[in-house]
């Protein structure tokens, strides 16, 4: 019995940060304004709907918590062979605490596995007044990756989505995508979404 035919890791991701961006800049705004009002109301977002969406666009199957990771993307078996996991997404709303989130997708197999985070990003232009965690977070996530790396190669990607919404007088949602590669240096990150948010109201929990 066959499975599914195997996807290409790069390409897969370059679809699915395709997808993420679709799918965000169709989000009714006041829906995402709710979603971003706190940590439960995100993680809801990204689960009924947001996910969802991604999924339907690759040609995937979803599923919530499976072996404890937040949300799994199935191929669609042939001729009833067996279903594997193509995407596994990991969502943490404490970027300084995602050590264990990408961890566990450094541990897992599949073509591609994502960080979905949401914090204070920039930290080249003067965004925030507390400096942005940019550099410290991103070169620690990619030495998480190397090591995992050094110890069992694998063909997959690991790559992280971050969430930006703000400071208080910047009302643009921004998010930007890059993978913890093993390259030296690193490639680079990828704007994935600045969307201007009107007149909504700014949510209390913005990043």
């Not at 550099?135 to 989505?161: C, F, K, M, N």
């Not at 998010?175 to 979404?193: G, K, R, V």
């Amino acid at each position: 019995m066959s499975s599914a035919m195997r996807r290409d890791p790069a390409l897969l991701w370059q679809e699915f940060q395709t997808s993420f961006g679709r799918a965000l800049g169709a989000a009714d705004e006041a829906r995402i304004s709710d979603a971003w009002c706190s940590s439960g109301s995100r993680t809801s977002f990204y689960a009924d709907e947001l996910m969802q969406a991604v999924a339907h666009d690759l040609t995937l199957e979803f599923s919530r918590e499976w072996l404890t990771v937040d949300y799994a993307m199935w191929s669609r078996p042939i001729d009833g062979g067996q279903r594997t996991p193509i995407v596994l997404v990991e969502s943490e709303n404490v970027p300084s605490g995602a050590d264990h989130e990408v961890r566990k997708l450094c541990s897992l197999s599949a073509p591609l596995r994502v960080l979905i985070t949401v914090a204070q990003w920039e930290d080249e232009a003067p965004r925030w007044k507390s400096k942005g965690q940019r550099t410290v977070l991103s070169q620690h996530w990619h030495a998480i990756r190397e090591a995992y790396a050094a110890s069992w190669p694998d063909a997959g990607i690991v790559g992280v989505v971050v969430g930006e919404w703000g400071p208080p007088d910047d009302d643009t949602l921004r998010f930007y995508a890059f993978e913890l590669s093993t390259a030296s240096p690193p490639y680079p990150e990828q704007p994935l979404l600045a969307r201007p948010m009107g007149h909504q109201p700014r949510p209390a929990s913005a990043a």
